[in-house]
């Protein structure tokens, strides 16, 4: 469970140290007239609220695949475990996604910019590569499939599909909210600053997730 | 979705307010309406469990006499009961219902800052409730592997429930978690960004501290569950091995080999500690704000209360193996999962001590809530101290298979957070109804509550010394136990009829009151925290009217000195009020 436990101990210890820091020589006793410093709490008011979301579901996100991979080491120690030939698309596909990633970036850099004319392609080509990463882990279980390696093989094989198809899963969600963001960039309906604001998140996301599938990645790669 | 202030509402077509019956009470997006949708739903279930209960202890107190209790059903009823009274119910009800209700209200905001996802996990949890109840009716019944779910046998022949079973059981758990995931982002979120101005963290309500961390523990914790839930539905349907060793079940080999049942537990456990924490901490927070409103003076320490709660919340990750002592491990881990056990104990009777310092001294109105509320300390500080002896390995590996374990953990998250929940109810009733409830039907209520489930749990931890196992459906083999363990058996088995049967009360008040009761006061215990200073009373959708409130000092100003009442509201301005007091309880 080390995995697990260290990651949790960041999350923590972050969480810990900014609430020490709210709390750290506060009078909670002594009454005060409001001043204005303390409107709306410490994040600056209500434009930050998605990416304070946001930033907790990731939260939630890292524990779920921290302790899959918790998991994964403990299972891995047993004595059955044969490591699997993990295949080849798979570095295809990573580029595909370390690609996809730079793209959302950019196009998140043209929108902050206010250049409107680069967020349609920008998006598309990010959706087209994501897409693409998602199809190419269906066919690498495919291949998998072909070469008699399924679930039922051994713990790694299933691991394997777990890990991949919970990663999967993620980033599908992701593609729904870039679903949104992209309609309303193509059909020209919704406000400018809303779409940037998704845009903005949407790519958090996605560093995030490629982040995750790295991990991931180099984990199956190294077992 | 994004939070929009009310004042800025009106250009905004989505944002309209509800007009309509079912905007207003079926799919509303008002966090009091979702509210009271999450503790109804809540304590539906939880009469489900409650009556699980009353057939467990009918076959353990008479054995033979009823006919349709069988070892099978038996064991679908504890496993039933447990789930549902630590999951669908306390779970829900804490951070779903009473989150629900008083983040937004305590806070000063509006709303949470996302009510359609907050309406959304409120459907979820609906949706979750209905696969549970379901899978009573499907063919095999519900799942009998016991509320932990413990691999290989919660999979294999043998065990009740083990088609559609534990499947419901399992994909109840994973849309559960969902639904809890969307509204805890909720919570979270709507603490850290929507409070009214003024209200610094460190003059939010302990209620609101309490629900938060428990928030955060539960965003955390769950995950655990998922991750079991799924790994064990693979095993199940894929017939993968990430948990099930090689077996022999009735004599076939159902095909697995290799896996680890221990993994689960870790896994599990991993997800049940911080669960007790995540049922806890809300009714730490909330019965210190019940102690400090009812006994008119400032909660004792309260900076050390906020750290407790933090302190609580941390440890509760590090605790988790002192469930599986007796499955083996290590001495050196089992030492350490000991200590850290033990030093959860440190913050939990800081937390003791302040709620006794805060009644010290005070004007105590032994109203309703106040009474359950002191219940709760008696009842949390008897399933506490049973819990310092089953931290130690060596304790607990005679005591873990015996009613001991039963008594400490019923009095320690069942009882006393059930206490709570009705303290808070009662507290909170006549903000939520506009309608005062019987006094003295609630002050019958709490006493044979009370009373009784010390009938019923004290004795238990005498049948666990004497070696009385749990799970059992009959004694069996226990020729060691005197004869006189039936009949102790047998009148905790009246006592729990009694509690249950008494239960009646509260429902009985609650319509009364609905119905007929007379209208309540907008603050009708004097409280200083700002539900109770809403424009409207019961408040309307929107909260508070055309201005949001202002705060100006924390939540405990009780019985100031050199000022004429008894309590100053949190939005009352140092202006009004005589500047310099110097009574906090940490000097």
Same mark, same amino acid.
């Given at each position: 469970?080390?995995?697990?436990?260290?990651?949790?101990?960041?999350?923590?210890?972050?969480?810990?140290?900014?609430?020490?820091?709210?709390?750290?020589?506060?009078?909670?006793?002594?009454?005060?007239?409001?001043?204005?410093?303390?409107?709306?709490?410490?994040?600056?008011?209500?434009?930050?609220?998605?990416?304070?979301?946001?930033?907790?579901?990731?939260?939630?996100?890292?524990?779920?695949?921290?302790?899959?991979?918790?998991?994964?080491?403990?299972?891995?120690?047993?004595?059955?475990?044969?490591?699997?030939?993990?295949?080849?698309?798979?570095?295809?596909?990573?580029?595909?996604?370390?690609?996809?990633?730079?793209?959302?970036?950019?196009?998140?850099?043209?929108?902050?910019?206010?250049?409107?004319?680069?967020?349609?392609?920008?998006?598309?080509?990010?959706?087209?590569?994501?897409?693409?990463?998602?199809?190419?882990?269906?066919?690498?279980?495919?291949?998998?499939?072909?070469?008699?390696?399924?679930?039922?093989?051994?713990?790694?094989?299933?691991? +394997?599909?777990?890990?991949?198809?919970?990663?999967?899963?993620?980033?599908?969600?992701?593609?729904?909210?870039?679903?949104?963001?992209?309609?309303?960039?193509?059909?020209?309906?919704?406000?400018?600053?809303?779409?940037?604001?998704?845009?903005?998140?949407?790519?958090?996301?996605?560093?995030?997730?490629?982040?995750?599938?790295?991990?991931?990645?180099?984990?199956?790669?190294?077992? | 979705?994004?939070?929009?202030?009310?004042?800025?509402?009106?250009?905004?077509?989505?944002?309209?307010?509800?007009?309509?019956?079912?905007?207003?009470? #079926?799919?509303?997006?008002?966090?009091?309406?979702?509210?009271?949708?999450?503790?109804?739903?809540?304590?539906?279930?939880?009469? #489900?469990?409650?009556?699980?209960?009353?057939?467990?202890?009918?076959?353990?107190?008479?054995?033979?006499?009823?006919?349709?209790?069988?070892?099978?059903?038996?064991?679908?009823?504890?496993?039933?009961?447990?789930?549902?009274?630590?999951?669908?119910?306390?779970?829900?009800? +804490?951070?779903?219902?009473?989150?629900?209700?008083?983040?937004?209200?305590?806070?000063?905001?509006?709303?949470?800052?996302?009510?359609?996802?907050?309406?959304?996990?409120?459907?979820?949890?609906?949706?979750?409730?209905?696969?549970?109840?379901?899978?009573?009716?499907?063919?095999?019944?519900?799942?009998?592997?016991?509320?932990?779910?413990?691999?290989?046998?919660?999979? =294999?022949?043998?065990?009740?429930?083990?088609?559609?079973? *534990?499947?419901?059981?399992?994909?109840?758990?994973?849309?559960?978690?969902?639904?809890?995931?969307?509204?805890?982002?909720?919570?979270?979120?709507?603490?850290?960004?929507?409070?009214?101005?003024?209200?610094?963290?460190?003059?939010?309500?302990?209620?609101?501290?309490?629900?938060?961390?428990?928030?955060?523990?539960?965003?955390?914790?769950?995950?655990?569950?998922?991750? =079991?839930?799924?790994?064990?539905?693979?095993?199940?349907?894929?017939?993968?091995?990430?948990?099930?060793?090689?077996?022999?079940?009735?004599?076939?080999?159902?095909?697995?080999?290799?896996?680890?049942? *221990?993994?689960?537990?870790?896994?599990?456990?991993?997800?049940?500690?911080?669960?007790?924490?995540?049922?806890?901490?809300?009714?730490?927070?909330?019965?210190?704000?019940?102690?400090?409103?009812?006994?008119?003076?400032?909660? +004792?320490?309260?900076?050390?209360?906020?750290?407790?709660?933090?302190?609580?919340?941390?440890?509760?990750?590090?605790?988790?193996?002192?469930?599986?002592?007796?499955?083996?491990?290590?001495?050196?881990?089992? +030492?350490?999962?000991?200590?850290?056990?033990?030093?959860?104990?440190?913050?939990?009777?800081?937390?003791?001590?302040?709620?006794?310092?805060?009644?010290?001294?005070?004007?105590?109105?032994?109203?309703?809530?106040?009474?359950?509320? #002191?219940?709760?300390?008696?009842?949390?500080?008897?399933?506490?101290?049973?819990?310092?002896?089953?931290?130690?390995?060596?304790?607990?590996?005679?005591?873990?298979?015996?009613?001991?374990?039963?008594?400490?953990?019923?009095?320690?998250?069942?009882?006393?957070?059930?206490?709570?929940?009705?303290?808070?109810?009662?507290?909170?009733?006549?903000?939520?109804?506009?309608?005062?409830?019987?006094?003295?039907?609630?002050?019958?209520?709490?006493?044979?509550?009370?009373?009784?489930?010390?009938?019923?749990?004290?004795?238990?931890?005498?049948?666990?010394?004497?070696?009385?196992?749990?799970?059992?459906?009959?004694?069996?083999?226990?020729?060691?136990?005197?004869?006189?363990?039936?009949?102790?058996?047998?009148?905790?088995?009246?006592?729990?009829?009694?509690?249950?049967?008494?239960?009646?009360?509260?429902?009985?008040?609650?319509?009364?009151?609905?119905?007929?009761?007379?209208?309540?006061?907008?603050?009708?215990?004097?409280?200083?925290?700002?539900?109770?200073?809403?424009?409207?009373?019961?408040?309307?959708?929107?909260?508070?009217?055309?201005?949001?409130?202002?705060?100006?000092?924390?939540?405990?100003?009780?019985?100031?000195?050199?000022?004429?009442?008894?309590?100053?509201?949190?939005?009352?301005?140092?202006?009004?009020?005589?500047?310099?007091?110097?009574?906090?309880?940490?000097?």
């Amino acid at each position: 469970m080390e995995i697990g436990l260290i990651t949790l101990a960041i999350i923590l210890a972050t969480l810990l140290g900014w609430l020490l820091k709210q709390s750290f020589n506060t009078q909670p006793w002594v009454a005060e007239q409001v001043s204005d410093t303390a409107h709306h709490g410490p994040f600056g008011g209500g434009s930050n609220t998605k990416l304070i979301a946001l930033t907790a579901f990731l939260a939630v996100v890292t524990s779920f695949f921290a302790l899959i991979m918790s998991a994964y080491s403990l299972r891995m120690e047993l004595g059955d475990w044969v490591p699997m030939t993990e295949p080849q698309l798979l570095w295809t596909n990573t580029l595909m996604l370390v690609v996809a990633s730079g793209v959302f970036q950019w196009t998140r850099n043209a929108a902050v910019k206010g250049q409107e004319g680069r967020l349609k392609p920008g998006l598309l080509i990010t959706g087209v590569l994501t897409l693409g990463f998602v199809l190419g882990q269906f066919v690498a279980w495919q291949q998998l499939q072909n070469s008699g390696q399924f679930i039922t093989n051994n713990p790694s094989n299933a691991f +394997f599909y777990f890990l991949t198809g919970a990663h999967a899963v993620h980033i599908l969600g992701g593609l729904y909210v870039w679903g949104r963001a992209t309609l309303k960039v193509v059909l020209g309906t919704g406000e400018a600053s809303a779409i940037r604001r998704s845009i903005e998140l949407c790519t958090i996301y996605w560093h995030f997730l490629l982040l995750v599938w790295l991990i991931l990645f180099g984990l199956l790669l190294s077992t | 979705m994004s939070y929009v202030a009310y004042a800025d509402r009106d250009h905004e077509q989505e944002h309209h307010d509800p007009d309509t019956f079912i905007t207003k009470y #079926i799919y509303s997006q008002d966090h009091k309406v979702i509210a009271i949708q999450y503790g109804i739903t809540a304590i539906f279930v939880g009469l #489900i469990a409650l009556g699980l209960s009353a057939m467990m202890r009918l076959q353990l107190g008479f054995p033979d006499d009823f006919a349709f209790i069988n070892p099978e059903n038996y064991y679908q009823f504890i496993t039933m009961h447990g789930m549902i009274m630590v999951i669908y119910l306390l779970t829900a009800l +804490f951070l779903g219902g009473f989150g629900n209700y008083l983040i937004p209200l305590m806070c000063g905001s509006r709303d949470m800052v996302f009510p359609f996802m907050n309406m959304l996990s409120y459907w979820v949890y609906l949706l979750s409730v209905i696969i549970l109840i379901i899978s009573f009716f499907v063919p095999g019944g519900s799942t009998g592997a016991g509320w932990t779910l413990y691999p290989p046998q919660a999979i =294999s022949e043998g065990t009740p429930g083990i088609d559609l079973g *534990i499947l419901l059981m399992l994909a109840s758990l994973a849309i559960f978690i969902v639904a809890f995931t969307m509204g805890g982002l909720n919570y979270v979120t709507t603490v850290l960004q929507a409070r009214c101005k003024g209200m610094t963290l460190m003059r939010m309500p302990l209620s609101v501290w309490g629900i938060f961390i428990a928030t955060i523990l539960g965003l955390l914790a769950f995950p655990a569950l998922l991750v =079991s839930a799924i790994m064990m539905l693979f095993d199940k349907t894929l017939m993968t091995s990430f948990f099930m060793p090689a077996v022999s079940s009735m004599g076939t080999d159902p095909g697995y080999s290799g896996g680890s049942p *221990i993994l689960f537990q870790h896994l599990f456990w991993f997800f049940g500690h911080p669960e007790v924490y995540i049922v806890a901490l809300p009714a730490f927070g909330i019965v210190s704000d019940l102690l400090s409103t009812h006994a008119r003076k400032n909660i +004792f320490g309260y900076r050390m209360m906020v750290w407790a709660i933090i302190a609580i919340g941390g440890l509760s990750f590090i605790v988790w193996a002192h469930h599986m002592y007796v499955s083996g491990m290590n001495p050196y881990f089992g +030492f350490f999962f000991a200590t850290t056990t033990l030093i959860i104990a440190v913050p939990t009777a800081i937390k003791v001590y302040n709620w006794v310092l805060t009644l010290w001294e005070g004007n105590i109105h032994l109203r309703v809530p106040m009474l359950f509320s #002191i219940g709760f300390i008696f009842t949390f500080i008897h399933g506490g101290l049973t819990g310092l002896f089953l931290g130690n390995v060596t304790i607990d590996l005679p005591l873990s298979d015996t009613y001991f374990v039963v008594a400490h953990f019923h009095m320690v998250m069942g009882v006393s957070p059930v206490l709570v929940v009705f303290g808070a109810i009662y507290h909170w009733w006549p903000k939520i109804t506009g309608r005062m409830y019987n006094e003295t039907l609630g002050k019958w209520h709490f006493w044979m509550t009370f009373l009784g489930t010390y009938a019923i749990y004290l004795p238990m931890h005498y049948l666990g010394f004497a070696g009385v196992p749990r799970r059992y459906f009959a004694m069996g083999n226990t020729d060691f136990l005197p004869a006189s363990a039936q009949d102790l058996n047998a009148a905790i088995t009246v006592s729990a009829l009694f509690v249950a049967a008494t239960q009646i009360l509260f429902f009985i008040n609650m319509i009364w009151s609905l119905k007929s009761g007379p209208k309540s006061d907008p603050n009708p215990w004097d409280a200083t925290t700002l539900e109770w200073q809403t424009p409207d009373h019961p408040p309307k959708h929107g909260n508070w009217g055309h201005e949001l409130p202002e705060v100006h000092r924390w939540a405990y100003d009780y019985s100031v000195p050199g000022y004429e009442d008894d309590f100053i509201p949190q939005n009352v301005g140092t202006d009004k009020a005589p500047a310099g007091r110097d009574h906090g309880g940490e000097h």
